[in-house]
């Protein structure tokens, strides 16, 4: 069993900052892909960020110079730290990983339960 934990989200006003953490626990060999996805009311789940083992990132571009994504794989966690946020980016932001559980299995996709984050004055 693999879970994924998010914490960090909130109200926040526009302009300000707020840092999403996931930590990964239980039966776990190695994570290759970890990122962040959001879901707006009404919208479909986008893609915000992602980090690869070797530290590659990739970002939407409406995040692109607000928000930067890391990881420490000591800890199998994640994190988005998000700058100059506005109200569009409210919305439930859920944690995934690519987790292999064992050595000899393949890799499985682990959704965490998902944490607001509200942008408003």
């Known amino acids: 069993q693999v879970q994924l934990v998010e914490s960090g989200g909130g109200l926040v006003q526009p302009g300000g900052s707020l840092r999403l953490s996931c930590a990964a626990s239980g039966s776990i060999f190695s994570i290759n892909v970890m990122g962040w996805y959001r879901q707006a009311p009404g919208k479909q789940r986008e893609l915000v960020s992602t980090i690869n083992g070797g530290g590659r990132t990739v970002y939407a571009d409406s995040v692109k110079g607000r928000f930067t994504i890391s990881r420490d794989n000591t800890k199998n966690t994640v994190y988005l730290q998000m700058n100059s946020l506005k109200p569009e980016d409210t919305a439930v932001y859920y944690c995934?990983?690519?987790?292999?559980?064992?050595?000899?299995?393949?890799?499985?996709?682990?959704w965490g339960q998902g944490t607001l984050v509200t942008v408003s004055s």
């Open positions: 995934n990983a690519d987790v292999q559980r064992y050595s000899w299995s393949g890799y499985l996709g682990v």
